[in-house]
Every structure is written in C-alpha cells, then in structure tokens.
C-alpha cells in the first residue's frame, strides 16, 4: 500500500464512514450518488475525496440539512470532526 492509498484507507474513508453513517441516522432523503458511491460500493476503480449526497425535489430540503448538520455538530467530538462555521 502507498503512501496516497494508506491515506484514503486510514484516515479519509473511515472519516466519510461516519458521515454516512450520521446521515443515514438522521432519517433523512438524502442518498449518496456520484463518483464515490460508484468507487467506493460498486466498482473500487479509483480514490475519491467528496461524497455527493442528494435529495430530489423536497421543500423540506433546508430542514433535512439544518438535520444532518445539527447530528455532524453533535457528533464532532467523538467522530473527529470540526466544526469549522464562522
């Protein structure tokens, strides 16, 4: 494993685990799409740093939001996490 590869296994993608894994408490539509949920669930074809996470057409869009940051917020402390809001 390289140093890049070492990077993404260690540090980044249990890092975006637990995003995931907020996200999915929240009980919220969001869904992860894009080139992550292709390389990280489907394919491993490649490293990717974003996690593309989607609602469709929902007024309730900024609610869902204000949800997942509220859980993120929450949970900096025991995920690593930084809140980093001015």
């Known amino acids: 494993?390289?140093?890049l590869e070492k990077y993404y296994e260690e540090n980044l993608y249990p890092l975006q685990?637990?995003?995931l894994n907020i996200v999915k408490k929240s009980?919220?539509?969001f869904f992860l799409t894009g080139g992550a949920?292709?390389?990280r669930y489907y394919v491993g074809h490649r490293y990717f740093d974003d996690l593309d996470l989607f609602v469709v057409d929902d007024s309730n869009y900024?609610?869902?939001v204000n949800v997942v940051l509220k859980l993120l917020?929450?949970?900096k402390d025991n995920a690593g996490f930084?809140?980093?809001r001015r």
């Open 17 to 19: 685990d637990g995003v």
């Open 73 to 75: 917020v929450e949970s």
């Open 37 to 39: 949920a292709l390389s």
């Open 1 to 3: 494993m390289n140093a």
């Open 27 to 29: 009980r919220t539509p």
């Open 62 to 64: 900024s609610d869902h």
């Open 82 to 84: 930084r809140d980093t």
